[in-house]
């Protein structure tokens, strides 16, 4: 029988180890009587093509502050670091993405519907001092997706360095689906981030074994290329569109006084309804839309658990995953959110239906299961059955 005791006498073990393997790595989040002393969180700059079904991109090298005082060497399309939000509708699409640097570059569309030939991928690269214009049709259910160079060899470090940006597909309906459209308002782009930077600001992309092993991670968290930011939303109903723009890290959102976040749309477009969740994982590159209400007027702040996928297999991996569901010993603060009466609340209710499509499910006669193992224990040594050169 388990009880409050070994409860209580098993966290005092599993704190023990974690301290020993150095994985407590827990941040505190800033309180949100503080958090109006933030800097006011920016929007992306906002290209919409919907007049003109036209637009441009520049790969550039650049530098930014991320810290007072501090420039880091970063890159981005249009601007220092990371792009602009380009907001598209179906139909005849002309992008002309332009390369300033002195290697090559691409613009694959992630999450676009469109052909080989236009998905901007490793076999699509753009050379110094070219542009690539490829003349698109878009026909695909509103969404938000996301934009980043794919070169081989290239494209974990570049994304890392700021090579990428976001996309909103649009058709003019939002209004009557009830939901918030207001760029910057009450409809806001969160491109999350985590980065490692060196005492004097600069950004730092390491491959050790364990980045190698895990995944890139880094312990400072950025929203939309700012650190120590606080957002400002009306007091209505607010449209977060969250992207996981992070190499490695698995974010588990949630906001830190319980209120549910209502799930509105998934990577591939709109739920056919609003789906209160407590929790929302998204693994890098995935993107999400949600209501939060804000129509009591009460700040929150946008929490994740820690990353699940970081740690040592067998039991240090075990015990982590434990200790955080004990302790919350590596939750971190994403972003405070602050509400300013001052602007302008389009929605107050959180609306009924969307009108989105059910996933489509298979035939059963057409569907295979295979099962797949992939397993990188320690056991048997580093190089024996098992290890990492071992057999899975």
């Not at 995953?321 to 603060?333: K, N, Q, S, V, Y």
Request: proline share 7%; net charge negative.
């Amino acid at each position: 029988m388990l009880t409050r005791r070994k409860v209580l006498a098993g966290g005092a073990v599993l704190a023990a180890g974690a301290a020993a393997y150095g994985i407590m790595d827990g941040r505190s989040s800033i309180s949100l009587a503080k958090a109006a002393n933030l800097p006011r969180l920016k929007m992306p700059p906002l290209l919409d093509t919907l007049a003109s079904g036209r637009f441009e991109l520049m790969a550039q090298a650049g530098e930014t502050r991320f810290f007072d005082g501090r420039s880091t060497p970063t890159l981005g399309f249009n601007q220092a670091y990371l792009g602009p939000v380009v907001r598209i509708q179906n139909g005849p699409l002309q992008p002309k993405v332009a390369n300033a640097l002195t290697w090559p570059v691409s613009s694959h569309w992630h999450g676009l519907l469109v052909p080989g030939e236009h998905d901007g991928g490793p076999h699509l690269p753009i050379a110094p001092g070219s542009s690539w214009s490829p003349d698109m049709e878009i026909s695909q259910q509103p969404c938000t997706a996301f934009f980043h160079t794919h070169i081989h060899g290239r494209t974990a470090q570049d994304v890392y360095a700021g090579l990428a940006g976001v996309i909103h597909i649009v058709d003019g309906r939002d209004g009557e689906r009830g939901l918030p459209e207001s760029y910057g308002t009450d409809d806001l782009t969160l491109i999350v981030q985590d980065r490692r930077f060196t005492g004097n600001g600069n950004m730092v992309y390491a491959n050790s074994m364990m980045d190698i092993m895990h995944g890139m991670t880094g312990e400072t968290i950025l929203v939309n290329g700012q650190f120590g930011t606080a957002a400002h939303v009306p007091k209505g109903i607010v449209r977060l569109r969250l992207v996981n723009a992070s190499n490695a890290r698995i974010y588990s959102f949630y906001l830190s006084d319980s209120r549910p976040m209502h799930l509105i749309a998934t990577d591939g477009g709109y739920l056919p309804r609003p789906m209160a969740l407590e929790t929302l994982r998204m693994g890098p590159g995935e993107r999400a839309e949600i209501l939060v209400d804000f129509t009591s007027g009460q700040a929150v702040s946008l929490m994740s658990d820690g990353d699940p996928n970081q740690g040592m297999g067998g039991m240090m991996g075990r015990a982590r995953g434990m200790l955080d569901g004990l302790t919350g010993a590596r939750r971190f603060e994403v972003l405070p959110f602050l509400v300013d009466e001052r602007l302008p609340a389009s929605v107050d209710l959180l609306p009924d239906a969307i009108g989105g499509e059910p996933p489509a499910l298979a035939d059963s006669e057409t569907i295979k299961t295979r099962r797949f193992s992939l397993d990188m224990g320690m056991g048997g040594g580093m190089m024996g059955r098992g290890g990492m050169m071992g057999e899975a």
